[in-house]
């Protein structure tokens, strides 16, 4: 059956540092993955999406990649802020599926 | 635009009762999703929609219906509800999922039930 694994422990880090979340998944062949972030208490609010013949996707301190080899995506945040702090959720996609399926995702949290 | 807006915010249900968790966009998506979040887990698929008069079944249907009228409304019905339906239920919406750049999910800011 299709599985999808986060990081199995939250993640500690110092600010300043680079935060690096995985997504592993198998028995899948996704055509694009995004990454969400989450608040307690609110929805989750889209990151970024990146496509299976993409390597490598950036948007400010966040950088995220795709080895369909490997079957992963790494999301990474660097100059981690305490602002940073949240869980982080990675959603496959295959085309024509009309719907995403979500990992339980990766708490974050940055120590000033 | 106000986005995906969900009613109530708040609700606490007793064993067999029934209720209408509501939902609303207004960026004339035609993709809908009701999700469940239990505590500490990801997003479990109840139903999603992908127009109007269309909807199906997700990861975790039981228990639930669900309706799709117009593009703007996704109401999730609850019959008989159950303790293990105490849960928050996020509501998100997608303009024509599976094409370039168009594919992100918003969702709503969420309901939070429970079934005593």
């Known amino acids: 059956s299709q599985k999808i694994e986060q990081n199995s422990e939250a993640l500690n880090i110092q600010e300043g540092k680079t935060a690096t979340l995985t997504c592993n998944y198998t028995?899948?062949?996704?055509?694009?993955l995004q990454w969400y972030r989450q608040d307690p208490g609110r929805g989750p609010v889209f990151l970024l999406l990146?496509?299976?013949?993409?390597k490598e996707k950036r948007k400010e301190r966040l950088k995220v990649t795709f080895d369909t080899t490997l079957k992963q995506s790494l999301f990474h945040i660097t100059a981690s802020q305490p602002a940073d702090s949240a869980t982080y959720l990675c959603?496959?996609?295959?085309?024509?599926?009309?719907?995403?399926?979500f990992g339980d995702g990766t708490t974050l949290t940055v120590k000033p | 635009n106000a986005g995906v807006t969900q009613t109530p915010k708040f609700r606490i249900l007793k064993i067999g009762q029934s209720m209408t968790l509501q939902c609303t966009q207004d960026?004339?998506?035609?993709?809908m999703y009701w999700y469940r979040q239990d505590p500490g887990m990801g997003l479990k698929l109840i139903y999603y929609s992908v127009g109007a008069g269309i909807t199906d079944k997700g990861e975790v249907p039981n228990g639930y219906n669900v309706s799709r009228s117009t593009t703007e409304d996704f109401p999730l019905r609850l019959e008989l509800a159950a303790p293990s339906q105490t849960s928050v239920y996020f509501c998100?919406?997608?303009?024509?999922?599976?094409?370039?750049?168009?594919?992100?999910?918003?969702f709503g800011p969420g309901t939070r039930l429970t079934v005593l």
């Open positions: 028995n899948y062949s996704p055509a694009y």
């Open positions: 990146i496509r299976e013949n993409e």
């Open positions: 959603a496959l996609d295959r085309l024509g599926a009309g719907k995403s399926t």
């Open positions: 960026m004339n998506h035609n993709y």
């Open positions: 998100a919406s997608s303009y024509s999922k599976g094409q370039t750049n168009t594919d992100t999910q918003y």
